[in-house]
């Protein structure tokens, strides 16, 4: 859009010529001199251009500007909110799920990181979904199979998500967790560890039954988590697994224990 050469008026210094305009500034010759305003903020309030059409794409542009500031406050008052709310939220201390996956699943699970509670197996709900009334968004997936052949004690862990920053397990009918989008590993095979061994004392002597998942403490997840960071095979996923474990410490309101071993700086 060419401005220079355009008749304008000013709510106060009347009518007037745009003589330049360097994309950020606008210059005007009024009958009592130059003046220099700032492009397009002006037009909001003291500047109105004599043709139409140029006025139209101005008031656009303006517009845009407000509509993108209205969604940057939006979202401030979001990330607010949510930060808010995840520093008082109230925690239980077994709010993390442990699940079950067929190995027919487990691509299914990984490819569209997402679990299912499965359904109530007695009483007035029968057959509908399993609601995760203890799960919040400070709360882990922790994902497990058992080899075909296997015993339950050689149940092993194949990956872990974080839930989404804002799930409400109360919410969630459908019985479906989606991952977080950034707290997230699955496990090389060769790096899965035994599950039960962080559970209890005798592995041999446990029996999982025929629910989709299980309620397991914050503190027990904590220790899972800081294990599984070692089993990762490059850079990459280690940085990755040490987010994650610092993401659940911080959610869970544990010590990290990455931090309290962390070498103290040198001196000068």
């Known amino acids: 859009m060419q401005l220079i050469g355009q008749s304008i008026k000013h709510v106060t210094f009347g009518k007037g010529v745009v003589t330049d305009w360097n994309g950020n500034v606008i210059t005007v010759c009024f009958s009592a001199g130059e003046k220099k305003f700032i492009y397009p903020d002006a037009f909001s309030n003291f500047l109105i251009l004599k043709n139409a059409d ?29 930060k808010h709310m995840l520093e008082n939220l109230k925690l239980s201390p077994q709010s993390q799920a442990v699940f079950h996956i067929d190995a027919e ?13 499965g ?76 599950f039960w061994p962080h559970v209890v004392k005798e592995p041999e002597k446990q029996r999982w039954g025929k629910t989709a998942f299980k309620y397991m403490s914050n503190r027990t997840g904590e220790k899972i988590l800081f294990d599984c960071k070692g089993n990762a095979l490059t850079a990459d996923e280690k940085s990755r697994a040490e ?26």
Not at 105 to 117: C, G, L
Not at 172 to 191: M, S, V, W
């Open 105 to 117: 699943a487990h691509e299914a699970v990984f490819s569209s990181w997402t679990v299912s509670t």
């Open 54 to 82: 140029a006025q139209k794409k101005v008031q656009h542009l303006l517009d845009v500007r407000e509509e993108k500031r209205e969604t940057e406050l939006k979202e401030l008052q979001e990330q607010q909110e949510k």
């Open 119 to 194: 359904c109530y197996l007695s009483g007035y709900s029968k057959g509908e979904p399993r609601i995760p009334e203890r799960l919040q968004p400070n709360s882990m997936c922790l994902l497990t199979e058992r080899p075909k052949g296997c015993s339950e004690a050689e149940r092993r862990i194949v990956g872990a998500f974080m839930v989404e920053d804002d799930f409400i397990g109360t919410c969630c009918t459908d019985g479906t967790i989606q991952a977080h989008p950034a707290h997230r590993i699955q496990l090389p095979p060769e790096r899965q560890p035994l």
């Open 243 to 268: 987010r994650f474990y610092r993401y659940y410490c911080k959610l869970n309101r544990l010590p990290s224990r990455i931090d309290l071993e962390a070498p103290l700086p040198a001196n000068g």
